[in-house]
T-cell receptor, first 113, second 114 residues
Framework: GAGVSQTPSNKVTEKGKYVELRCDPISGHTALYWYRQSLGQGPEFLIYFQGTGAADDSGLPNDRFFAVRPEGSVSTLKIQRTERGDSAVYLC???????????FGPGTRLTVL | AQSVTQLGSHVSVSEGALVLLRCNYSSSVPPYLFWYVQYPNQGLQLLLKYTTGATLVKGINGFEAEFKKSETSFHLTKPSAHMSDAAEYFCAVTSGGSNYKLTFGKGTLLTVNP
């Protein structure tokens, strides 16, 4: 079956702009996660959704970052007033529930010029 | 708080040689431990995981790892490297009671020489 998909695969933007990154989880997975992977680092947790609600957003670095999952399936990570330090690969994962194996998408590479 | 240390950001082996990738963790509660592999331009793929029970865990592609509580280690091994094993490998931990939040190490890039 289809895995986790993320769009776009690459996004180049200018400092100060707004961006949206999309994640389509595996069908039937109630849990969805966002991670950020900076160059030379492992992925870092950003936020966890169970259904439509954010069960844990403790990893979001500041209030410029926001994520939604209005219908409990697709999720969008939104970044306002982008900064060069936001440049990274943003990974999405999903799982059957919050205790099951996480399956990762290919990521969106964000470059802020 | 939990953390993961992967010793060696880059490991190089010859085809057919033993692969050993090291991972040490710290966790205040019994951990769940994972190894993920990342091929270029692809997502992270789970190789294997330890939750409870048998401490020697077998995964895909001939990899295995052993949970050693006394050493707080979860090293990944494969008896004979193949060219297709070249990739980046990440060790990760969750705390058993809150086991959705993966904490990753910085990764180890494995190269396999012919």
């Amino acid at each position: 079956g289809a895995g986790v998909s993320q769009t776009p695969s690459n996004k180049v933007t200018e400092k100060g702009k707004y961006v949206e990154l999309r994640c389509d989880p595996i069908s039937g997975h109630t849990a969805l996660y966002w991670y950020r992977q900076s160059l030379g680092q492992g992925p870092e947790f950003l936020i966890y959704f169970q259904g439509t609600g954010a069960a844990d957003d403790s990893g979001l670095p500041n209030d410029r970052f926001f994520a939604v999952r209005p219908e409990g399936s697709v999720s969008t990570l939104k970044i306002q007033r982008t900064e060069r330090g936001d440049s990274a690969v943003y990974l999405c994962a999903s799982s059957l529930d919050g205790t099951d194996t996480q399956y990762f998408g290919p990521g969106t590479r964000l470059t802020v010029l | 708080a939990q953390s993961v240390t992967q010793l060696g950001s880059h490991v190089s082996v010859s085809e057919g040689a033993l692969v050993l990738l090291r991972c040490n963790y710290s966790s205040s509660v019994p951990p769940y431990l994972f190894w993920y592999v990342q091929y270029p331009n692809q997502g992270l793929q789970l190789l294997l995981k330890y939750t409870t029970g048998a401490t020697l865990v077998k995964g895909i592609n001939g990899f295995e790892a052993e949970f050693k509580k006394s050493e707080t280690s979860f090293h990944l091994t494969k008896p004979s490297a193949h060219m297709s094993d070249a990739a980046e490998y990440f060790c990760a931990v969750t705390s058993g009671g809150s086991n959705y939040k993966l904490t990753f190490g910085k990764g180890t890039l494995l190269t396999v020489n012919p």
